[in-house]
């Protein structure tokens, strides 16, 4: 079970972006994430009349690695680790390991 899902609140915890809190959006392979506004990187671009689209400088998010993340609890407003708790009936729901409360998405 991948610890930190689309959409959760994260604070970045190493690299140049370190300290900045935004929002995943999404998932690139097992180990990467693509999270709002870290990482950007300036992208020189073709235009491409077929898709109506304009060439020149475009920045864009690049995958970080999760382990350079860390999900935000708004409860205490630092970053927290992640554990998961399994349900009698086999479910497995994520917790902040801090105060054990559930994550909501």
């Known amino acids: 079970m991948n610890k930190i899902h689309k959409g959760d609140e994260v ?6 972006d370190k300290g900045r809190r935004a929002k995943v959006l999404g998932r690139h392979g097992t180990e990467h994430l693509i999270v709002e506004g870290v990482n950007l990187v300036k992208r020189h671009t073709r235009p491409n009349p077929m898709r109506n689209e ?7 998010e690049m995958p970080v690695h999760q382990s350079n993340v860390a999900i935000f609890n708004p409860a205490t407003g630092k970053a927290d680790r992640v ?4 349900a009698e009936d086999g479910a497995k729901t994520r917790v902040f390991r801090s105060s054990g409360e559930e994550i909501k998405v």
Not at 11 to 16: E, K, L
Not at 83 to 86: F, I, K, L, Q
Request: charged fraction near 10%; charge should be positive; hydrophobic fraction near 55%.
């Open 11 to 16: 604070i970045v915890i190493a690299g140049a």
């Open 54 to 60: 304009n060439g020149g400088i475009v920045s864009k």
């Open 83 to 86: 554990g998961v708790r399994v």
